[in-house]
């Protein structure tokens, strides 16, 4: 068993049109050794954007907030970003050149690489859960993602 600090990472993404307006949203848990629980919230939105493109920022951006290395746990209700690590999908595209199997080039590969960087030093299990089924994290970053796509601040596009 590990000395890391245990964390949990809820994420989702959202695009209204795709590519179109779009969102990510993302709540790190931890409960401390007192058990206090501690939360911290994460969303952008973007001009012009992917769903997939939010799905893996979401993920990016609260591993890059972990101020050191940690086992954490993701949960998403992105196939696309839990299959690709669970599956090894990534570990092929790597191998090919950052090619999929039918050879086309892998989408959104800066993302993907931002993503590995992100979760170097921390030890990273990612769990699928079903959108939209009420599960109260997945619920809750959802709501951000779509907030954050109808925000007067977004940024520049991603694509």
């Known amino acids: 068993m590990s000395d890391k600090t245990k964390v949990t990472l809820y994420t989702d993404g959202a695009c209204s049109g795709n590519p179109g307006t779009g969102g990510y949203g993302a ?3 931890h409960v401390d050794n007192n058990g ?9 939105g973007y001009r012009m954007t992917t769903n997939n ?10 591993l890059e907030a972990l101020k050191k290395p ?3 746990t993701v949960y998403s209700d992105s ?6 690590f669970n599956n090894k999908w990534i570990d092929g595209w790597i191998a090919k050149g950052w090619k999929t199997a039918g050879k086309s080039p892998v989408k959104n590969v800066d993302l ?5 960087k992100a979760k170097e030093q921390h030890d990273v299990n990612f ?4 959108g ?10 959802d709501l951000l993602a779509v907030n954050a796509s109808k925000s007067e601040n977004l940024m520049d596009d991603i694509l």
């Open 27 to 29: 709540v790190l848990v």
């Open 36 to 44: 206090a629980k501690h939360e911290k919230e994460f969303s952008q």
């Open 53 to 62: 493109q939010m799905e893996l920022l979401a993920v990016i951006v609260g």
């Open 70 to 72: 940690c086992d954490v």
């Open 79 to 84: 196939k696309y970003v839990v299959d690709a």
């Open 112 to 116: 993907w690489k931002r993503l590995l």
């Open 127 to 130: 769990v699928w859960v079903k």
């Open 132 to 141: 939209h089924a009420g599960h109260e994290y997945n619920e809750r970053c």
